[in-house]
């Protein structure tokens, strides 16, 4: 019986924490302060607006202006989404050994719509991905798992013949939630330490390493 393995995008499948960074850095321009390197805020980029707005101009929700700061950054981004932005290396040759042994498989991503899928298709994904859940296409973002369950049903498969990888705890928490066996994506924007906190079912430090411990999970 086919199973399906479900993704998180940023930081699991590609690296899109350069594109993402240039917008947190226009929004310093902005502000009139020096960009920050890349490094200070590359492991934020998990989180999102939300993360970048902390690391690029040090405020949270509860700030006055926050929202209008992450509308800007959000415009910014999405005049920048496919520059800078690559799979990471092993995805492709991952992906098709998927294909060959017979596994369908798809993404489930906190990055809403509107930004996701014109990258799934810059990178040559939307041909064989067999469904792509935004944060905005369930009702709930993740760590809820119902963005999981809207792409075990949509494809047709129930929650227990699906597999789910991520590189932050949000991603485990929602494929536990969902009743999903769990690998932590370690080689992502998370820290390796912590990925092992996280309880998931198995933890990849490679790329190269997802295969095998997507077969030994079924």
């Given at each position: 019986?086919?199973?399906?393995?479900?993704?998180?995008?940023?930081?699991?499948?590609?690296?899109?924490?350069?594109?993402?960074?240039?917008?947190?850095?226009?929004?310093?321009?902005?502000?009139?302060?020096?960009?920050?390197?890349?490094?200070?805020?590359?492991?934020?980029?998990?989180?999102?607006?939300?993360?970048?707005?902390?690391?690029?101009?040090?405020?949270?929700?509860?700030?006055?202006?926050?929202?209008?700061?992450?509308?800007?950054?959000?415009?910014?981004?999405?005049?920048?989404?496919?520059?800078?932005?690559?799979?990471?290396?092993?995805?492709?040759?991952?992906?098709?050994?998927?294909?060959?042994?017979?596994?369908?498989?798809?993404i489930v991503t906190n990055k809403v719509?509107?930004?996701?899928?014109?990258?799934?298709?810059?990178?040559?994904?939307?041909?064989?991905?067999?469904?792509?859940?935004?944060?905005?296409?369930?009702?709930?973002?993740?760590?809820?798992?119902?963005?999981?369950?809207?792409?075990?049903?949509?494809?047709?498969?129930?929650?227990?013949?699906?597999?789910?990888?991520?590189?932050?705890?949000?991603?485990?928490?929602?494929?536990?939630?969902?009743?999903?066996?769990?690998?932590?994506?370690?080689?992502?924007?998370?820290?390796?330490?912590?990925?092992?906190?996280?309880?998931?079912?198995?933890?990849?430090?490679?790329?190269?390493?997802?295969?095998?411990?997507?077969?030994?999970?079924?």
């Amino acid at each position: 019986m086919s199973k399906l393995v479900l993704f998180d995008f940023d930081g699991t499948l590609a690296d899109t924490a350069p594109d993402m960074a240039v917008a947190a850095n226009r929004l310093r321009e902005r502000q009139g302060l020096p960009p920050l390197p890349f490094e200070a805020l590359r492991g934020v980029t998990s989180q999102g607006a939300r993360g970048f707005l902390r690391a690029s101009l040090g405020i949270e929700p509860d700030h006055p202006d926050y929202e209008v700061h992450r509308q800007q950054f959000l415009a910014d981004y999405a005049e920048h989404l496919t520059v800078l932005t690559r799979l990471f290396p092993g995805v492709p040759e991952l992906l098709q050994a998927l294909k060959t042994q017979g596994f369908r498989w798809g993404i489930v991503t906190n990055k809403v719509e509107y930004l996701a899928l014109p990258i799934v298709r810059f990178l040559g994904l939307d041909d064989e991905c067999a469904i792509t859940v935004g944060g905005d296409t369930a009702g709930h973002p993740k760590p809820h798992p119902a963005p999981l369950f809207y792409a075990a049903e949509k494809t047709g498969f129930l929650p227990d013949q699906c597999i789910y990888i991520g590189d932050d705890e949000r991603d485990i928490l929602a494929g536990k939630a969902a009743g999903m066996p769990t690998i932590a994506a370690a080689y992502g924007y998370c820290e390796p330490a912590h990925a092992a906190s996280w309880q998931a079912d198995a933890v990849a430090h490679q790329v190269d390493e997802l295969f095998d411990h997507i077969v030994r999970l079924v």
